[in-house]
């Protein structure tokens, strides 16, 4: 099956199992997986990763008295859908159902109903990632592509991994005309075989390079802080002190992007952004001046510059 199929098939039955309306999850489990290994760093992906690393930072699950409005919503019929979303929120308010009565506002194209739906439920649970996400989007369509990428930035800034949050995040940039660095970045080492392969463009100095990291991960103590440290560390190292080969020298755009990270002292949010788990969610939380080095990553330092 193709990316694309996996992906829709798989968000049918997430939404399935989350509004009761049955479901397999080994199945579901199954195509997070193998969706996973053809594109590792999917939205889709990215955002299951963030719900179990920080799941404080997304929105509640959905009651079951949303149930019959989701299965409207599965069947096609999206009006009848937000009617019943409507009666489901007047018999017992719940913010996850006054989210499905915004979202459905703005489906059919009611957009000022939507925000002031979502603005509500904002007031009621504070900032999170999903909110923000929604409110942005609705910001960037109005022509706001501050206020979105204000919002963007809120959301990854709280939760690195938010996958809707990142393709937010580069929609404003671009909106203002800026274009983002793709996060996370491509894999510089392939395994073909079993064996490690690059890309034939691929400097020798920077495959020396990705090779070191490849031995640094093969002994890495679980759970470091930041993610992948002793990896990326053996990288940049290795890189450092090989010999130019001439005056001309320089790294990849990828690996380039990593030095250039390091050197402005905010390659640990780019590492978080690929690397957090639960098991390291609360040293992610405890981080002195975390908030600020991540804000400078997403709106500075994870702009292009010149690709060799």
Known sequence: MVPSQLAREAEQLRFRLAHHLGGDPERLRALLSDLEAKVPHHPIVRTVRAAEALPGTMLPGPPPELSEAAAAWAGGDPVRALALARQAQE???????????????????????????????RA????????????GRAALGAGKAKDALERALQALIQNPL???????????????????????????????K????????LPERDRKAWLAG?????????????????????????????PAASADDRP?????????????????????????????????????????????????????????
């Open 91 to 121: 018999q017992r308010p719940h913010a996850r159902t006054a989210t499905t009565v915004a979202d459905l506002c703005w489906y059919l194209g009611r957009p000022r109903e939507a925000v002031a739906g979502w603005q509500t439920v």
């Open 124 to 135: 009621e649970l504070g900032p999170l990632p999903p909110l923000e996400v929604r409110l």
């Open 162 to 192: 938010h996958g809707t949050a990142t393709v937010l995040l580069g929609h404003a940039h671009r909106a203002q005309g800026r274009e983002m660095l793709p996060v996370p970045l491509p894999h510089q080492v392939f395994r073909v």
């Open 194 to 201: 079993g064996e490690p392969a690059f890309s034939p463009s």
């Open 214 to 242: 490849v031995a640094a991960a093969g002994s890495a103590e679980p759970h470091q802080v930041p993610p992948l440290a002793s990896v990326f560390a053996a990288v940049l190292s290795s890189w450092r002190d090989a």
């Open 252 to 308: 990849s755009w990828v690996l380039g992007a990593c030095l250039r990270w390091e050197e402005a002292g905010v390659l640990d949010s780019y590492q978080w952004a690929v690397g957090l788990t639960a098991a390291t969610a609360d040293a992610f939380r405890r981080r002195k001046g975390g908030a600020d080095r991540d804000r400078r990553f997403w709106s500075e330092a994870v702009l292009q510059s010149r690709r060799r």
